[in-house]
């Protein structure tokens, strides 16, 4: 029996950008599926002792800084390190992207949610200007009138507080997390044991 994959994401978080290509392969190969869920991590971390970037002692923002170098040059993924446009509103992307889950199905709201994470990371675009998020919707191939409608429904805000509250139940705390049962793979540095896991079915 193939497995699922539950796929807790921040629409700003660049190690979410650079897991993106790879979570998608893998869970193609193995024959997985997945279901994101764009959560709030501000009141994740909250929840679990976490803190914001801004909010980090200078050397664990400095670190940071080193791996994401690291990284970029290690996987092949361009990535701007200090992006114009982050951190970026998630409100109406995350509503976008939750809402498309919901109505057309978890392949359309990951395109999504990997184009905003690429405006942000890649493009210095900014995702959480209405018109660039139209932008991208078209790009993506849906009918970005139809889906920004739709997205500005407040009951996909109220879905992403109850998605946020029982991803924290759950045992998630940081982005990218990917979830395969009772196990947690925190990160894309963790997509090695993600790939174990799905090989063994």
Known sequence: MSLHVDYYVSLNSPWTHLGAARI??????????????????????????????????????????????????????PIV?????????????????????ETQGNAPAIRLAHAVLKAVWEQERNPGDEATLAALIGECGLDAAKVIALGKDPRWTAMKESDTAAALARGVFGAPSFVIGDEIFWGQDRLEFVERRLAKG
């Open 81 to 101: 390190l200090e992006p114009k446009h982050f951190p970026t509103s998630e409100a109406l992307s995350s509503a976008c992207v939750i809402a498309l889950r």
């Open 24 to 77: 998608e392969a893998m869970t193609a190969k193995h024959g997985a599926t997945m279901k994101i869920w764009p959560v709030d991590f501000g009141t994740i971390f909250a929840g679990s002792g976490g803190l914001p970037l801004p909010k980090r002692s200078p050397q664990r923002q400095a670190y940071r800084m080193m791996e994401l170098k690291r990284w970029r040059d290690h996987l092949g993924v």
